[in-house]
């Protein structure tokens, strides 16, 4: 876990090189630029930098995919898929943008998470 001494900000990081099989849990941010096989759910915001590569579940506020995504991602928020990002598999999102260059092969609702209850 990094602190951000000027904003104090927490967050999270496997690096280039490193692997983790399993399921994960994260109160905050989480930038991957390693491998994650199995499911992220992250209150904050996840990046999956260049080099990064999740195949599985993400779950999390938002979220900014540089690199791979293969499987389900369900974002409560917004959704960024960068110009070097590729998606592939499933979108749940209340927002999406997508990048010129950008790879996204897979199915895309929007509107909000199905955790979100409207009264």
Do not use: W
């Amino acid at each position: 876990m990094a602190n951000d001494k000027q904003g104090g900000l927490m967050f999270n990081a496997l690096t280039a090189g490193s692997k983790i099989t399993g399921n994960i849990a994260a109160d905050n941010d989480y930038r991957i630029d390693g491998l994650i096989e199995g499911e992220l759910n992250c209150t904050g915001k996840v990046v999956i930098g260049e080099a990064g590569r999740i195949k599985g579940t993400v779950i999390c506020q938002n979220a900014e995919v540089l690199g791979l995504m293969e499987g389900k991602i369900t974002c409560h928020q917004q959704l960024s898929l960068r110009s070097s990002g590729k998606i592939k598999g499933d979108v749940l999102t209340k927002t999406l943008i997508v990048e010129p260059g950008a790879l996204f092969n897979g199915t895309c609702s929007m509107g909000g998470a199905p955790s979100e209850k409207k009264a």
